[in-house]
């Protein structure tokens, strides 16, 4: 059946160090691929996604590109600030798109 | 700005009590979702809502109910709450496209419910 799988963490990085976190997908055709982002204390919210094979989806110096070759959708960001430390979470829609398979989730920690 | 609001940021309730968890919605969306997260486990899916009085059982829906009565407003209960309900419980909420196989609308979500049974 469809799923996501996610690096495992926790990952603590310096601050304007680089960033990937990994995620690859198991799914029947070409879905949309979303990362969300939940900062202390808050909820989830989407940070970015893409459509459709080869588009990379951008946002906050965040970016990922949908790679069919390679079922994934790794999360990539060049310089990392203190402000990024959050728990981040790729998601793939089920079926008709109403609900997500949510990976385990990855808790970045940025220090000084 | 898009607002999902939940009634509690942290509870604190007895083994055996009733408990009630209340979400609202000012964007009109057909679609709420009851989340629990946990370390390790990510979030799981307890109950789903595709519009009034309608609702979908998710990955764990055992010993807990859900109530839907207005689009805005979706209910999580526990009929007697235990201590493995201790958790962090998340709304959300996303428009609904019946039949968009792999679309994906954005969900939005609540800033949570810390819930602690003792």
């Known amino acids: 059946g469809d799923s996501v799988t996610q690096m495992e963490g926790p990952v603590t990085l310096s601050e304007e160090a680089f960033l990937t976190i990994n995620c690859t997908y198991t799914a029947t055709g070409y879905p949309s691929l979303f990362w969300y982002v939940q900062y202390p204390g808050e909820g989830l919210q989407l940070l970015l996604k893409?459509?459709?094979?080869?588009d990379k989806g951008s946002n906050k110096g965040f970016e990922a590109t949908y790679r069919k070759e390679t079922t994934s959708f790794h999360l990539e960001k060049g310089s990392v600030q203190v402000s990024d430390s959050a728990v981040y979470f790729c998601?793939?829609?089920?079926?008709?798109?109403?609900?997500?398979?949510f990976g385990t989730g990855t808790s970045l920690t940025v220090i000084p | 700005d898009v607002k999902v609001t939940q009634s509690s940021r942290y509870l604190v309730k007895r083994t055996g009590e009733k408990v009630f968890l209340e979400c609202v919605q000012d964007?009109?969306?057909?679609?709420m979702f009851w989340y629990r997260q946990d370390p390790g486990l990510g979030l799981r899916l307890i109950y789903f809502?595709?519009?009034?009085?309608?609702?979908e059982k998710g990955d764990i829906p055992e010993g807990y109910s859900v109530s839907r009565e207005k689009k805005e407003r979706f209910s999580l209960i526990l009929e007697s709450a235990s201590t493995n309900q201790t958790s962090m419980y998340l709304c959300?909420?996303?428009?609904?496209?019946?039949?968009?196989?792999?679309?994906?609308?954005?969900?939005?979500f609540g800033p949570g419910t810390r819930l602690t049974v003792l």
């Open positions: 809502s595709y519009d009034v009085k309608m609702k």
């Open positions: 964007m009109d969306h057909e679609n």
């Open positions: 959300a909420s996303s428009f609904g496209a019946p039949g968009l196989a792999g679309g994906g609308y954005e969900q939005f």
């Open positions: 893409a459509t459709k094979a080869d």
């Open positions: 998601a793939l829609p089920i079926n008709t798109g109403n609900q997500f398979y």
